[in-house]
């Protein structure tokens, strides 16, 4: 069945830099559209980054633009988060999310990974 599967994440300084990645199985990687968002405590889960499989726009948070690049591999049906200048408020559990690009044929379907914890801290 469908599975997202994080890694990457771990404990790093202000300034530093880390790779998340996301690994996909189990449903047709050419009908969703990849992204990563975060959620703190006490916050709302919030958009980071998607990516369209092809032929869409990339979309950013304004908080991580000109910080996070995020990349899908469609050959290996994953997607990754580069995040640079990473600071104290990027601290959050990181979660990838597949979305189907028209539930209106296919139905609404939306799939999570477990998450993987950022700390940003001196």
């Known amino acids: 069945q469908a599975q997202l599967v994080e890694s990457g994440g771990g404990l790093v300084q202000p300034g530093g830099s880390l790779r998340l990645s996301c690994a996909a199985s189990?449903?047709?990687?050419?009908?969703?559209?990849m992204s990563w968002h975060r959620q703190a405590p006490g916050k709302e889960r919030e958009l980071v980054a998607a990516v369209p499989v092809t032929g869409g726009r990339i979309e950013y948070a304004e908080s991580v633009q000109g910080r996070f690049i995020i990349s899908r591999d469609n050959a290996r049906n994953t997607v990754d988060l580069q995040m640079n200048s990473l600071k104290p408020e990027d601290t959050a559990v990181y979660y990838c999310?597949?979305?189907?690009?028209?539930?209106?044929?296919?139905?609404?379907?939306?799939?999570w990974g477990q998450g993987t914890q950022v700390t940003v801290s001196s």
């Open positions: 999310n597949a979305k189907i690009r028209n539930p209106a044929l296919f139905g609404d379907r939306d799939y």
């Open positions: 189990g449903f047709t990687w050419s009908l969703y559209t």
